[in-house]
C-alpha cells in the first residue's frame, strides 16, 4: 500500500467496477474518507453515509444519479444522507 493511500482506499474487494475497468462504487468504513476520497480525485459523484453505522458509500456520478444510489441493493433499506 503506498504512503498516501488510507486503509479504506486500498481495501480493493469493496471496489464495483465495469467491464471497461471504471470504478463505479466504493465502500469506506468513514463517511469522512469517502468525502475525502470524492473530493481529493476530483472525481465528483455522490456519497452515501449510513444514519445506523459509520460505513459510507461512494458512487460515480458518470454512472449514477442520485435516484439510483438511492434504490441500489447496497443503499436499499438503509437510512442515511446523500451527499
Given at each position: 500500500?503506498?504512503?498516501?493511500?488510507?486503509?479504506?482506499?486500498?481495501?480493493?474487494?469493496?471496489?464495483?467496477?465495469?467491464?471497461?475497468?471504471?470504478?463505479?462504487?466504493?465502500?469506506?468504513?468513514?463517511?469522512?474518507?469517502?468525502?475525502?476520497?470524492?473530493?481529493?480525485?476530483?472525481?465528483?459523484?455522490?456519497?452515501?453515509?449510513?444514519d445506523k453505522y459509520?460505513?459510507?458509500?461512494?458512487?460515480s456520478a458518470t454512472?449514477?444519479?442520485?435516484?439510483?444510489?438511492?434504490?441500489?441493493?447496497?443503499?436499499?433499506?438503509?437510512?442515511?444522507?446523500?451527499?
Amino acid at each position: 500500500m503506498a504512503d498516501h493511500m488510507t486503509n479504506d482506499e486500498a481495501a480493493f474487494p469493496d471496489m464495483i467496477e465495469d467491464e471497461a475497468s471504471t470504478l463505479m462504487m466504493m465502500q469506506f468504513s468513514t463517511s469522512e474518507a469517502a468525502l475525502r476520497h470524492r473530493n481529493r480525485k476530483g472525481t465528483g459523484g455522490w456519497v452515501f453515509v449510513d444514519d445506523k453505522y459509520s460505513n459510507s458509500w461512494w458512487f460515480s456520478a458518470t454512472h449514477y444519479t442520485a435516484s439510483t444510489v438511492m434504490t441500489h441493493p447496497v443503499i436499499r433499506g438503509r437510512s442515511g444522507k446523500l451527499y
